[in-house]
């Protein structure tokens, strides 16, 4: 795992943690287009809430607040702070777009558990 401390905040960069596959990443550089900034980045974070205790959030960011993590996949960064990084280590994001399903999903191996609705997780 690389990682790179940068000189006003305490946010790392690295190479290793939360993965974004091929389709999730063209979709987040999709809807960044749209937005029409390129000081935008993919903020994941776990926050209280739902059934089963935990749910997630994505939204794009301009902020880098202490302690973020940032990935990395070529144009596209995934910042995750200082407390959900423990939750999301190893987690995968897909882009789904079926007949069925739109959306993103998230596929976290420290989950342990979801609700029926699979809105949240613990």
Same mark, same amino acid.
């Given at each position: 795992?690389?990682?790179?401390?940068?000189?006003?905040?305490?946010?790392?960069?690295?190479?290793?943690?939360?993965?974004?596959?091929?389709?999730?990443?063209?979709?987040?550089?999709?809807?960044?287009?749209q937005e029409?900034?390129?000081?935008?980045?993919?903020?994941?974070?776990?926050?209280?809430?739902?059934?089963?205790?935990?749910?997630?959030?994505?939204?794009? &960011?301009?902020?880098?607040?202490? %302690?973020? *993590? !940032?990935?990395?996949?070529? /144009?596209?960064?995934?910042?995750?702070?200082?407390? =959900?990084?423990?939750?999301?280590?190893?987690?995968?994001?897909?882009?789904? &777009?079926?007949?069925?399903?739109? %959306?993103? *999903? !998230?596929?976290?191996?420290? /989950?342990?558990?979801?609700?029926?609705?699979?809105? =949240?997780?613990?």
């Open positions: 795992m690389s990682t790179e401390a940068t000189q006003a905040t305490d946010v790392k960069i690295t190479s290793a943690g939360i993965a974004l596959t091929p389709v999730a990443v063209e979709k987040v550089a999709a809807l960044l287009q029409g900034r390129d000081d935008l980045a993919l903020r994941v974070a776990v926050q209280p809430g739902g059934c089963s205790g935990l749910r997630y959030q994505l939204y794009f &960011d301009d902020r880098a607040l202490d %302690g973020d *993590t !940032i990935t990395e996949f070529g /144009a596209v960064k995934v910042v995750t702070d200082k407390m =959900s990084t423990p939750y999301l280590m190893g987690a995968s994001i897909d882009f789904v &777009d079926t007949i069925q399903k739109q %959306g993103f *999903t !998230i596929d976290n191996p420290n /989950a342990q558990g979801s609700c029926a609705c699979g809105d =949240s997780f613990n």
